[in-house]
């Protein structure tokens, strides 16, 4: 069996097209260059130490985006989890109650956010063998998809940032965590 060949994608910055404009419907998750998109997407994720990236961070304008949380230099207590394709979501439902959190961002290199984020989500999504799921996410995973579905609407994190001064560079973020105890397991 031959490997399949992956390609590492230009992630696009805040200020380039499509950055900021609400994305399209997939219509078929199941085709060809959908499944390559995906594929390139984990890759490219991976590659630069994201959580997560969607669709529109790598110049396709559509609503799909990549959930994979795992520890990385730039998130070196996320959780680990394999990679998940999310097409056409809808968030249904959220918590009451939210948490502050910092958040970065491939398309925003080198910045942080302190961005309030619900605890929990109840969601809707098609998978990437084009089944129609409903799944609840919470914690850390809740606060990448919520992170990915502002991308594919058209927003970007620090449009949540409820104050000038909860940002940071990410060289300073870096700092912080090393000084931060870690939770026991």
Request: contains cysteine; aromatic residues 8%.
């Amino acid at each position: 069996m031959r490997k399949k060949q992956l390609t590492l994608l230009q992630i696009a910055e805040l200020g380039r097209d499509p950055i900021g404009k609400k994305a399209k419907d997939v219509v078929n998750v199941k085709s060809k260059n959908i499944q390559e998109l995906i594929d390139n997407m984990i890759a490219t994720c991976r590659e630069a130490n994201g959580v997560g990236i969607a669709a529109p961070q790598v110049y396709h304008p559509l609503r799909l985006f990549i959930v994979a949380s795992q520890p990385n230099p730039r998130y070196p207590n996320a959780p680990k989890m394999k990679p998940l394709a999310v097409a056409n979501p809808k968030i249904i439902s959220t918590s009451k109650q939210k948490v502050k959190d910092w958040e970065g961002c491939l398309s925003l290199p080198g910045l942080r956010g302190f961005i309030p984020r619900h605890k929990q989500i109840n969601v809707e999504y098609t998978t990437r063998e084009g089944k129609v799921v409903k799944k609840t996410f919470k914690d850390f995973v809740a606060r990448i998809f919520q992170h990915e579905y502002d991308h594919i609407e058209g927003m970007v994190f620090v449009e949540r940032v409820e104050n000038p001064r909860e940002f940071i560079s990410e060289k300073e973020y870096q700092r912080l965590i090393r000084l931060k105890p870690r939770k026991k397991k």
